[in-house]
């Protein structure tokens, strides 16, 4: 079994939402009429729609809040035609950017390379996913022995012509003859699941709807797996998902004949995700009441059929994930009393704490995750935000390290306890990711697999530094630039963050940054407190009610990096994505003359609103609710959308979303620029790129994720001034 994250605001935010409608409930009253203004473009020459205002206002504790743009939350035709006419505006500004086509001309030809997933070995066979360099999704390919000709095993670009209907989750059972596997469309995190042979390709009848936030787990001749009601009214991307469920699904049977496993008809917002051990012995259950990482964590033991799903944990005050078992007892990597995790014995029949046995107690460094292999206990560890892998026998002694080529990130180790070998990748900012097979007896690593990319990155150097914010604290921080760079404060830079919801940022290849970087740019990635880069206390330095250290962390790192003369205010470009996008939203609503451009992706703009839709009322505990009055008083400080100010000149901004987003709805974004393009000073464009046909990100067709970097770095030189293919003539 794998250390699983499944409710993650994407790339982003944690799945997990609630507060009650503004307009029936006692912490807020309203009441709507229709006004039409129009947007302050005059300096921007840009025409913005004349953007429909409705006069409603909501009471929170006694608070006045209008909240004009109340209606984009409702996806209509009128909806539809604002969207229209909003992408049209912005695509006639990015069209008439003369070297866009050379930046998506740039990126298609850097990105037109073979990536390689690790192999995997299922059934006696190996699997592997690779994309030759522009298909839309990747394509899974199965080889008899690692030196045998591979044949594809599934494509998903045949589940589409366009490239947006993405494979999800994939499952072989324990046997290797069949395997279940999950699609989504559109980038929606709603999931359909379906069963194929794995001999013949043959894919069976079975089709299991509305599944969310799981995986299929195989036990015998079926899985488990949890779902949601089917919506009954309204939208299906923007309802509030409540009741979540496990079922168990028998091959060859209809959905309406799986049983129910477990449901909790009184916390209608706990979340369920069932996984079996490798041997099929323990049906594990990860308990989530949101997405702060503390789960409760129960169990069944499947050779008894008469069992009960018991508790191991019963409570939500620390997080649990279940390695795998050992006979009858449980390895579980947890951070109860340890904020930077250990690992525990614990036995399910006797799981009061007394009992547990520390394997790997807690150290300096992060545990970052965990395999059970070849008889061995492979634990990925974070430093200062870079990967240290260190291997223990069963007992927790340590045998010995893994010998890794630089500063960077492992991923994989991924395997069952009889294999005796394992793969896994490693990556850099300027290291593509490169696949290495580890002998796990003989602790012994050979490079399986290098990455050849079309750009000379021994021309670039990473570095680390530590930065202060404002309140004393050092924060880390990686820039990346080209060898030579001069520090004259002239440098555009790409200053990139997230900070929440214990996610780690570590080193990785982009091959879209490669092209920032060849064209002199400079790329900053600070690892703000929120994220996990040092356990739950640096996590929990950043949520509710300490947010405002984020947002303090990232403005802290734009400072650093102009009073080292890397760049200035008039070169600065910040982005981010999801919880990032709110990062974005803070920092330029808070600082606006800091940063030249903005790029808030996918953002929680709406403070106030944000557990209202699908799965927000999950991120209550990172954020606070503004159910509650003091955190109410805390979210109206920082909320994006309610700190825009009339007549400020903000960053040139480019807000970017989906229209299938179900994590974060993309009413935050519409509500965002449409307050945005009102009350801004002229000076600079707001506009908002919408995808059609996509999500929160996952699954987005290689086309679609090209032509939005193009769009991207072209409305960033567009603003700093900078035509770089001009320049490099």
């Not at 035709?77 to 229209?84: H, S, T």
């Not at 995190?189 to 001999?199: C, K, L, P, R, S």
């Not at 699908?614 to 990172?622: H, M, Y």
């Amino acid at each position: 079994m794998k250390k699983t994250t499944v409710f993650m605001l994407a790339g982003g935010l944690s799945a997990l939402s609630a507060c009650k409608s503004t307009q029936n409930d006692t912490t807020a009253t309203g009441m709507t009429t229709e006004t039409t203004t129009t947007a302050s473009a005059e300096a921007t020459a840009l025409d913005y729609p004349n953007t429909k205002k409705v006069d409603h206002v909501d009471d929170y504790f006694g608070t006045q809040v209008a909240d004009p743009y109340r209606w984009q939350e409702t996806h209509d035709e009128q909806l539809d035609e604002w969207i229209a006419q909003e992408n049209e505006v912005t695509q006639g500004y990015l069209n008439s950017i003369e070297f866009r086509d050379d930046i998506k001309n740039r990126l298609t030809e850097i990105w037109n390379y073979p990536k390689y997933g690790a192999p995997f070995k299922e059934g006696g066979k190996y699997y592997f996913f690779k994309n030759d360099g522009l298909q839309n999704q990747s394509v899974l390919y199965v080889q008899e022995s690692l030196e045998a000709e591979p044949k594809v095993f599934f494509d998903p670009n045949k589940l589409s012509s366009d490239g947006t209907v993405a494979l999800t989750a994939l499952q072989f059972s324990k046997d290797g003859k069949y395997v279940a596997y999950g699609t989504s469309s559109g980038g929606s995190d709603w999931n359909t699941y379906h069963i194929m042979e794995t001999a013949t390709g043959k894919k069976l009848d079975d089709q299991l709807d509305w599944v969310k936030f799981s995986s299929p787990s195989w036990s015998g001749n079926g899985f488990f797996y949890s779902r949601y009601d089917a919506p009954t009214e309204g939208n299906k991307l923007a309802n509030k998902n409540e009741y979540h469920k496990v079922y168990y699904h028998k091959i060859g049977t209809p959905q309406s004949q799986d049983q129910l496993v477990y449901e909790d008809k009184k916390n209608a917002l706990r979340n369920f995700y069932g996984q079996t051990t490798d041997d099929e012995r323990f049906l594990i259950l990860n308990v989530s009441e949101g997405a702060s990482g503390a789960n409760a964590l129960y169990f069944k033991d499947l050779k008894d059929a008469k069992a009960n799903i018991k508790p191991v944990v019963d409570n939500f005050e620390s997080e649990y994930n279940v390695v795998d078992n050992f006979g009858d007892k449980l390895l579980v990597m947890t951070n109860k009393n340890a904020p930077r995790y250990r690992l525990v014995m614990i036995d399910p029949k006797n799981p009061q704490e007394a009992n547990w046995k520390t394997v790997v107690p807690e150290s300096q460094n992060v545990i970052q995750g965990v395999s059970a292999v070849g008889g061995r206990i492979v634990v990925t560890y974070m430093k200062d935000a870079a990967s240290q892998v260190v291997v223990y026998d069963q007992s927790g002694k340590q045998l010995n390290t893994v010998e890794l080529p630089t500063l960077g990130t492992v991923s994989g180790f991924s395997g069952k306890q009889q294999d005796k070998e394992v793969f896994f990748t490693f990556t850099s900012f300027t290291y593509p990711p490169t696949i290495y097979r580890y002998d796990v007896v003989n602790n012994k690593v050979t490079q399986f697999r290098k990455t050849e990319v079309n750009v000379n990155t021994d021309a670039f150097e990473t570095k680390q530094v530590f930065y202060t914010s404002k309140d004393g604290t050092k924060v880390p921080m990686f820039i990346v630039h080209k060898k030579g760079l001069k520090l004259d404060g002239t440098n555009p830079t790409y200053l990139y963050a997230y900070g929440g919801f214990n996610i780690s940022l570590t080193p990785s290849f982009s091959i879209a940054n490669m092209l920032w970087l060849e064209n002199g740019g400079v790329y900053a990635l600070p690892n703000l407190r929120g994220g996990g880069e040092y356990g739950e206390d640096w996590h929990k330095a950043g949520m509710t009610p300490n947010k405002q250290n984020v947002f303090d962390d990232f403005i802290a790192a734009a400072e650093y990096l102009i009073d080292q003369k890397y760049t200035s205010s008039e070169k600065l470009a910040v982005a981010g994505g999801s919880n990032g996008g709110l990062l974005v939203g803070a920092f330029m609503t808070q600082r606006p003359e800091l940063a030249k451009v903005a790029i808030p992706a996918v953002g929680v703009m709406d403070m106030l609103r944000f557990h209202k839709f699908t799965i927000g009322w999950a991120w209550v505990p990172e954020y606070g609710s503004s159910d509650d009055e003091a955190q109410f008083k805390n979210l109206y400080t920082f909320s994006p959308l309610h700190n825009i100010k009339e007549g400020v000149k903000y960053p040139a901004t480019l807000v970017k979303t989906a229209d299938h987003d179900d994590r974060v709805v993309p009413a935050h974004s519409f509500k965002f620029i449409s307050e945005l393009q009102d009350k801004g000073a002229p000076g600079n464009p707001y506009l908002i790129r919408v995808d059609v046909r996509a999500g929160h990100g996952a699954g987005k067709p290689t086309s679609l994720v090209i032509q939005e970097y193009a769009d991207t770095y072209a409305f960033i030189y567009k603003n700093m001034g900078i035509n770089p293919y001009q320049q490099n003539q």
